[in-house]
C-alpha cells in the first residue's frame, strides 16, 4: 500500500514561514514528483506548486516569489517552503502524486492545516 505522509502544517502569524514534507511510503511502486495543492474553506482546490515533466517547476501566482517547492528524489520527499505567509493562505493544504503499481492511479495525503493569523 503506498501512501503519501504529510507534516509540517500550523499556525503562525502573517509574515512568517513554515515548511511542509511529503514523504511516499510503500514498495515497489513507481512515483511521478509529488505536487502540492491547497483547499480553503469554501472554495476549490487549487494546484499550489508542482514540477513539470522536464523538471522544473510551476506555481500558483498567488505563491510566486513565497513558495518554493523541492524534491529529495533518495527519500521520495516532496517539500514546499512558504515564507512571507499570509492569512490568504489559510488552507488545508495537500500532497498529490501520480504512481504507477499495476496501473498509474492519483494518490492523496491526508491533507495538513495551515492556518495563518493577521
Known amino acids: 500500500q503506498v501512501q503519501l505522509v504529510e507534516s509540517g502544517g500550523g499556525l503562525v502569524q502573517a509574515g512568517e514561514s513554515l515548511r511542509l514534507s511529503c514523504a511516499a511510503s510503500?514498495?515497489?511502486?513507481?512515483?511521478?514528483?509529488q505536487d502540492w495543492f491547497r483547499q480553503a474553506p469554501g472554495k476549490q482546490r487549487e494546484l499550489v506548486a508542482g514540477?513539470?515533466?522536464?523538471?522544473?517547476?510551476n506555481y500558483a501566482d498567488s505563491v510566486k516569489g513565497r513558495f518554493t517547492i523541492s524534491r529529495d528524489n533518495a527519500k521520495n520527499t516532496v517539500y514546499l517552503q512558504m515564507n512571507n505567509l499570509n492569512p490568504e493562505d489559510t488552507a488545508v493544504y495537500y500532497c498529490?502524486?501520480?504512481?504507477?503499481?499495476?496501473?498509474?492511479?492519483?494518490?492523496w495525503g491526508q491533507g495538513t492545516q495551515v492556518t495563518v493569523s493577521s
Open positions: 510503500g514498495s515497489g511502486f513507481r512515483i511521478n514528483p
Open positions: 498529490h502524486a501520480r504512481i504507477f503499481t499495476t496501473t498509474w492511479r492519483d494518490v
Open positions: 514540477f513539470t515533466s522536464g523538471g522544473s517547476t
